[in-house]
């Protein structure tokens, strides 16, 4: 089991989001474990972009309500969901019985519900991106390891 970060919000967050174009569209009614920006390589195909900020919550908080999303396995045993029209990356979980799920924080109808707390993978970050935060910046996984 996943901590939680030390002073994350422990409330359930009820927000809607979704993709680009409208087609998918999704809810959340759960507690937020946590939030971080992401530098893996694999995010960074993905997106296009140097780092991607992702939520994590319990799976069972997480739910499409239209639209059907289309799966990429990005790795062994993990996939990434995303919009098959306008291609929005939208959730990273495991490809079997996953207990979390995270989801692209900008993808929320609200993007200001949460603020990641930490930076992930910095050992494969863009070199040319300066971070000037204070959150955490760990090589790996840092906290973020499920």
Known sequence: MR???PN???EVMHQ??????GNIRYVIDAEPIDAGFCHCSLCQRASGAPAVAWMTLPYTGFSYTEGKVATYPSSE???????????????FR???????????LCSLDDNTA?????HIWCA???PWLHLND???QYPDAGPDSY
Do not use: N, V, W
Request: glycine share 10%; aromatic share 10%; proline share 12%.
């Open 124 to 126: 494969s970050k863009a």
């Open 134 to 136: 204070d959150l955490p």
């Open 77 to 91: 045993h993990y996939q990434r969901e995303f919009c098959p029209r306008c291609g929005t990356q939208l959730a």
């Open 114 to 118: 949460m603020e990641p707390g930490y």
């Open 16 to 21: 809607q989001g979704g993709c680009l174009c």
């Open 94 to 104: 495991a490809q079997t019985e996953p207990q979390f799920i995270d989801i692209t």
């Open 8 to 10: 994350f919000p422990g």
């Open 3 to 5: 901590a939680p970060i």
